[in-house]
């Protein structure tokens, strides 16, 4: 029954309230339950905010909540009728910015590949900070690592992404990615060891994914997984090709052609899967090179470098992400055993670099060693290490609370 807690829905137009039920069957559902748990508990602010992080794990954003509790405008032709008394749960969300306050806000607060998969953004409330097209551009321009590129780790996570205190965290379901580089280039075990801590609490994940330079010491001793490596880069101002380069790149160049692309045909996954069955990749390798289809169909910063032989058959590919203002980075590439042409790759090598010259960057970043064979073949080109990477992976096994919405849908 409604009282002066309450929500009354006014009686025009029904026909359109039923409609926006059906269509929004869980949000009804939660802003009522939250009316009927308002009167139970007594809410300060802190505890209310806690409230909705653990328990309802902030998987809706704060536009749709906030739009509920404050009743203020129609929506979709459902009209509310607004309490005279405060509702409890008021206190919870006037401390939350008034950006979150309207849809268009919101809107002009996406990134482009989170408005291209039609998903309105969700932060946190305890500790991240939803990344904004204004954060992304500054992101990018201090970028030195493919994992600073939002759009790139994002598509390939299928993440939400988050900035905090100059890192980067990536989340959904039951996992957490934290990118241990800071932006500001400033590495510290001590800041490392606070958001690793932050992280944690906040989004309780089951799984946790570190990248940086070095493993926290509070992981180090419980990695599930660990991988060390280096990451590799080409000055292209400081590095003299080799004579010897420059012939095989000349002798390619007369068996095959290159094209930039921007897509994928069914030639490069024939390539790919040939690539997978041949090479002994690291599992997260074989992952990205899985995920490049996809990748590649979503993003707008990316370049595919093809060799073509007379025939017009597909004999190599790189794949390039020009997002970061410094560098371009090399994701994968890979060559045709079957329709093989010596000297592919270095085509492609030497293509790479007018590519990066050609978008204004003066390095390309070329990922990790990987393995000896790969590792040789960028050393080749003048590639040096110059940063190292670490990787870890932790299991903490939380129960999550999320799945008391599910069951909130099915009940009320």
Avoid at 34 to 62: K, P, V, W
């Amino acid at each position: 029954m409604p009282d002066s807690h309450h929500t009354v829905l006014s009686n025009r137009p029904r026909q359109n309230c039923l409609e926006h039920h059906q269509k929004h069957p869980l949000k009804i559902s939660l802003l009522y339950s939250l009316s009927y748990i308002s009167h139970f508990l007594e809410f300060d602010r802190s505890a209310g905010r806690n409230l909705i992080a653990e328990t309802f794990y902030c998987r809706l954003d704060f536009y749709h909540v906030k739009k509920y509790w404050d009743l203020r405008n129609e929506r979709d032709g459902c009209p509310y009728q607004k309490s005279t008394n405060p509702h409890p749960l008021d206190k919870i969300f006037e401390g939350i910015p008034v950006e979150f306050s309207t849809p268009a806000t919101i809107t002009e607060g996406l990134l482009p590949f989170q408005k291209s998969f039609g998903k309105l953004a969700r932060t946190k409330i305890i500790l991240a900070k939803m990344i904004r097209p204004s954060d992304e551009e500054d992101i990018l321009r201090r970028a030195y690592v493919p994992e600073h590129i939002v759009s790139l780790m994002a598509l390939l996570s299928k993440g939400e992404p988050f900035l905090v205190e100059d890192h980067l965290i990536f989340a959904k379901d039951n996992w957490v990615i934290l990118v241990g580089y800071p932006l500001d280039g400033l590495f510290s075990q001590e800041r490392c060891e606070r958001l690793l801590t932050q992280a944690v609490e906040t989004f309780r994940p089951e799984y946790l994914w570190f990248i940086g330079p070095e493993i926290p010491l509070s992981l180090a001793g419980n990695c599930k997984e660990r991988q060390t490596d280096q990451y590799y880069r080409f000055e292209i101002g400081q590095t003299k090709v080799k004579s010897s380069l420059q012939k095989m790149v000349e002798k390619a160049s007369h068996e095959l052609r290159v094209e930039r692309a921007t897509s994928i045909s069914k030639d490069h996954h024939k390539l790919i899967s040939e690539a997978l069955k041949r090479e002994k990749l690291p599992p997260r390798i074989k992952e990205l090179y899985r995920a490049m289809p996809d990748y590649v169909a979503h993003s707008s910063s990316v370049c595919v470098l093809n060799a073509l032989d007379k025939k017009g058959r597909l004999c190599a590919f790189y794949i390039v992400e020009l997002a970061a203002k410094d560098f371009s980075t090399y994701l994968i590439g890979t060559h045709s055993k079957i329709n093989y042409v010596p000297h592919a790759s270095d085509l492609l090598f030497f293509e790479m670099i007018h590519l990066t010259v050609d978008h204004g960057k003066n390095r390309i970043n070329l990922g990790l060693g990987v393995n000896e064979g790969i590792r040789r073949f960028k050393e080749k080109w003048g590639g040096k290490a110059f940063l190292n990477y670490e990787f870890c992976e932790r299991f903490y096994g939380y129960t999550r609370t999320v799945s008391l919405i599910k069951s909130l849908e099915g009940k009320l």
